[in-house]
Each structure stands twice: as structure tokens, then as C-alpha cells.
């Protein structure tokens, strides 16, 4: 990351060499020393934040998390020592991470391509690539609402469970999962356009000539060199996933246990409702229903590892390649 | 059906399936504005353009479509939205407006001032502050920050002045807007430091060597030739903090209530409920036909907020561009 940051070419950007040749920051004008000084107190001052947040957390998290916590499912409880673990919320995040991916792997992989490589007729193209920005700046409690609407439809009454009265509930995983995909699709698809417009067209053109099609180009030689980009893509993904309430909480039907529906192994299960970490800490905040504060910082803890996991993850699958600062990957902030 | 797909495809095999596929995300955005508007139209349809203003309680309001027989009267759908989306906006902006004031003086920090070791600290932190879940931000609001406004930034005098109104718990609007300004700045600075890295670095430098020194530097020349990327990530930043619907909801109160600016300080610490807010606190009752149509009208208004935003953003960068060579 460092390395790229400080580019040989421009030696004005390089810190050391820049510093020797600056006057002191007292003979300035007021107002410029002025913004020296609120420049270094808004940096400082977040990573004062940041850390606040993490000690805090750490603090509360290693306080309250046990082992235990870990596997034992959740029991309705009045009390905070009665209320049981987080098993079924932390199985209800894989889940549902693992459903938001496999949907979304798809679609966002293959549209990438079909942008780039493709790309025809041309204003099909900009539809779809403006379509996916939509859906990049649509918050996320609207696309739950959208997700209620589509599986209450009794089109999708399979994908839930049908009340007696013959309203279609519309929460289950599959409904939860599909939404999820929605919210994964814009980080993965930037990812794996922008590796692929990386690509030197001497690539291809070396491929055509070898007497290859574009689709034998594409599996044979493209899609193996942006394994990378695509893997950073589902990375972004599934943080966006895991650390998403919204959906949960309206999509997932809010049960403290995972509820199969119906007696079908998997299908059931995909059918039934649950919750996550995410929902689980909202539960029992003040806010929430079961209102055990312990618990909910302890699963907070959890998904904050998780989180930091992921951002490492990206960091090791290689960010520095993509963007000169680190901070954005595809044009979305990580 | 495997066996098939190992065969080696056709060309136009091929483009028209990833076509295809490219298509379904396209049709499903598509039905995302058509079926939410359906679901918005009965309370668009009652209320016309007033939906927008002030009127009656809120509150009431919303308890009596939640509690309309099945077929709902009309008198069901009665519904100003002022309190919800004055919240918004007030929320949005306020965050929006600061974030900006903190991303722009934390790039300079980052780009210019910090040195690399420091540099090599704050990045990450930046990273981590955009990517911890809303949810978590709500938790530290409600269990750290609203009990602390409460028990010791309002005084008794501003909880009595006010007892006839509203509770003030320290559930409150500045709280939601601290926050709020805590999740988006992380975004706006990774925008506005990629552009201030790729910004013309010959112009800075021709300042300098005029004597100017690098701070005044940054601050009128290349944070002039980067206008069109701090106004895409204040864009940005703002369809974000528009849609934040779980931390709000923790910690602004939940009480369908128009902070009083005229109060003064006290302001601050009136609760506040927005747009996305909303839809969290009464998603339970989407049962309700008039309340359920209500719930929609709120996500179509924000959704056609962040379409506009976008629209608008694009539209504002177009005649700044020039000023950018990117290379």
C-alpha cells in the first residue's frame, strides 16, 4: 500500500523529500496555520474515534463473550443470564451470507463481463450499468420493502410460508438471501469491471490470434487473471452482507431460533425464518424486544472480528494493485 | 445439463446468456420503483402533494390506518409526512455539512500533512470507521451516547421547559446526527483523497514555487481542481446517510416528532424520526393495507431522493470536469 502511495515519478507527493523545502509553519498567515492545526485535529481525531470504538467494544466484548455463548441456541428469557446464546444467529449469517453469494456471484460476474467484453447494443449496456448504480445507492431498508412486496406476491408463495387465512408471509431465507444479493451485486460487479478493463488488450488480441472465440478468451485467458479482482469483489460482499440489519429485520422474520417451514430438509430450511448477528444485536439493545445489552455487545464483538477479518482479507487479496490510496476499491469505500 | 455447459459455447451462445443475465438486474430495478410505487399510490393518491406538509399529529395519524378495518376507509390514509421528512433532511444535511467540513481538512491530513508513519495508522482506522456495521454504531449510541446526553448534557430546566411537549430521554437528533457524521466521513474522504492524489500535481507545485506555502496550496488550488469529487462524495455521503435506518432508529427516540428549531440548544436534544426510521419502527404493522401503502410512500420518496441525488451530482460535476485532468 505504501509503496504505491509514494510515487517515484512525482517527488512533490514524497513526504521527506518535499520537507526541507518548506518555510515554517509560523510565518504563516493565521488562517492558513489555522487550517494546519483543524487539518491534524480532524485526523487525529478520527483515529481518536476509531479507537474508542474498538477499545470500547474489545472492552465489552471480551467482558461478556463466552465460549459457551457460542454454541448454545438462544432461549426466550426475561433475564440476561437465562437468555442463552448466539448459535442460531451465527448460523442465520452464514446462511444467508452463503445465499447472498451464490445469487449474487452470478449475476454480477456475468454482467461485468457482458459490460465489458461485450457490451452490445450500446445503450442496453448503459441501462444495465446504470441500473446497477441504482441499486448501489438504494438504501437498504427500501430494498427490504421491495423484497416484502415480491414474496408476499403468491407467485413466490413457495419461498415462504402460507397463512392459513392465505396471506403469504414473505420472510424466509430465500426471501432475505435474495435481497442480500442486491446489496452484494455493486461492489462485486465493480470489482470484476474494472479487472477486466485493466486487462491490456494485447491479451486478447494474442488470444483472437491464436484463433480462439471471445467466449473461449474469456474463460481461458481472462477470467483466470482477474481471480484476484473477483475475490476482493466477493469480500466487499459479504461485509456488505453480514453487517446488514435492515433486510433482517424485515425479510428474515425476526424468530430468536432458526424456524424450519415444513419438513423438507434444506427446503424447509430455506423456507423458514431466523435471525443474524446483526438483527440479534439489535433484539437486545434497549431498542430491540429481548433487551439483554450483554448479549448484544458480546455478538457485536463477534461481528466486529469478522468485520475486521474481512478488511484484512481484502487487504491480502490485494487492494494495493487496484487504487493508490487503499481506501477505495472499485470506487467503493471499504 | 453440466455435461452441455463443458462444451465449448458459441460466441453468440454465449453474449446472448451473459446478456441475458446482465438483463435480470436490470429488470429487477426496474420492478423495485414500479411495485414499490404500486404499494405507495393509495396514500400518494389520498393526499396528494400535501403528503409532503405539515398537518395534524403524525402519531395519530399513523395509529389510525394501523388500526383501520380490513377494507380501509379512506379517511385511513390521511397522512402529512412533514415531522418524517423534515427529520431527514435536517439529519442528512446537518451530517452531510459537517462530515464535509471534517473529510476535507482529514484528506489534507492524509495526503499532505501526515507523516508516512502516521499515514500508514489512519488509513486502515478510515477503513474501519466505513465499514462497521449501522448496527453497532446504534448499540455504542444507545448504550454509551443517549444516557450520557441524558443524564448529563440536559439540564432539568430544558427536560421541564419542555414536559409538556416531548420526554427528553437523550434519545435526540444531535445524537443521530453525531453518529450519522461518524458513518459517512470515512466515505467522503477515501473519494476526495483519490482525487486529491490524482489531481494535477503541476499546478500545486507552480503555486509553490510562486512562494505560496503548501497548505495555501491544497486549499485553493487543488482542492479547487478537485470541486467535482467533493461534490460527488458529499453526493454520495448524503444517499448514505438519507437511508440509515437501524441506527437512527436506536438512537433518535422514535417518536413521530419535528424537532423545534426555535427551542434553541434544546434542539439538539428533541428526538427526531426520519423517512428510514420509520419503516424500521413500524414494520410490524405492514399488515395494516393504509399503513403498509404509507410505509411504501416513505421508501418511494427515498428512493426518487437518492435517484435525484445521483441525477444531481452527475449534473453538477458535468461543467466542473474541465477543471479536472485526470490522468
Known sequence: MSSVWVDPARPGRDMKSGRGRRSSPREWRWSDRLALSLAWIAGIGLCLIAAAIVLYMGYQGIQYLRPSLLISHPQASTSQSGSGGFLDPLEGTALLTLIGIVLAAPLAVGSAIWISEYGRPGWLARIVESSIEVVAGTPDIVIALFGLVIFQLHLFAAFSFTASTGGVFGQSFIAAGAMMSLIAIPPLFAATRDGLQAIPAHMREAAFALGKTRIATIRRVLLPSVRSNIATGVTLGISRIIGDTAIVVLLLGGTLRIEPQGSVPVVGLLRGTGATLTSYVYDNSPAGESGAPQKAYAAAFLLMIFVLGLNLLVDRIGRSEADSTGLTVAGAVV | ??????????????????????????????????????????????????????????????????????????????????????????????????????????????????????????????????????????????????????????????????????????????????????????????????????????????????????????????????????????????????????????????????????DGVTFLFEPVRTLASAIVDYHEGVGAPALKSALYAFALLMLFSALVLSVGGYLIKLPLRRYQTRG
Open chain 2, 1 to 262: 445439463m453440466l455435461e452441455q455447459l463443458r462444451k465449448p459455447w458459441s460466441d453468440r451462445r454465449a453474449e446472448l446468456s451473459l446478456g441475458a443475465v446482465s438483463l435480470i438486474v436490470a429488470v429487477v430495478v426496474v420492478a423495485m420503483v414500479v411495485f414499490v410505487a404500486i404499494k405507495a399510490w393509495p396514500t400518494l393518491e389520498h393526499n396528494g402533494l400535501s403528503w409532503l406538509g405539515p398537518g395534524g399529529s403524525l402519531e395519530g395519524q399513523i395509529s389510525n390506518a394501523y388500526s383501520a378495518p380490513a377494507p380501509a376507509p379512506a379517511s385511513a390514509f390521511h397522512l402529512r409526512a412533514w415531522p418524517l421528512v423534515f427529520g431527514t433532511l435536517v439529519t442528512t444535511g446537518v451530517a452531510v455539512a459537517l462530515g464535509l467540513v471534517i473529510a476535507v481538512l482529514s484528506s489534507i491530513f492524509i495526503v499532505e500533512l501526515a507523516p508516512a508513519r502516521l499515514r500508514r495508522i489512519v488509513i486502515p482506522v478510515i477503513r474501519l470507521l466505513a465499514s462497521v456495521p449501522s448496527v453497532i454504531y446504534g448499540l455504542i449510541g444507545i448504550l454509551v451516547l443517549v444516557p450520557f446526553v441524558g443524564s448529563h448534557l440536559i439540564s432539568p430546566g430544558e427536560k421541564n421547559s419542555l414536559q409538556n411537549v416531548v420526554e427528553l430521554t437523550g434519545a435526540s437528533i444531535g445524537v443521530a446526527i453525531v453518529i450519522l457524521t461518524v458513518m459517512i466521513t470515512p466515505i467522503m474522504i477515501a473519494l476526495i483523497c483519490e482525487a486529491l492524489i490524482s489531481a494535477p500535481n503541476s499546478w500545486r507545485e507552480g503555486a509553490i514555487a510562486l512562494g505560496v506555502n503548501p497548505v495555501r496550496a491544497m486549499l485553493a488550488v487543488t482542492l479547487k481542481a478537485i470541486r467535482g469529487a467533493i461534490v460527488a462524495a458529499a453526493v454520495l455521503a448524503g444517499a448514505r446517510a438519507l437511508g440509515e435506518a437501524i441506527m437512527i432508529s436506536m438512537v433518535s427516540g422514535s417518536r413521530d416528532f419535528a424537532p423545534r428549531i426555535g
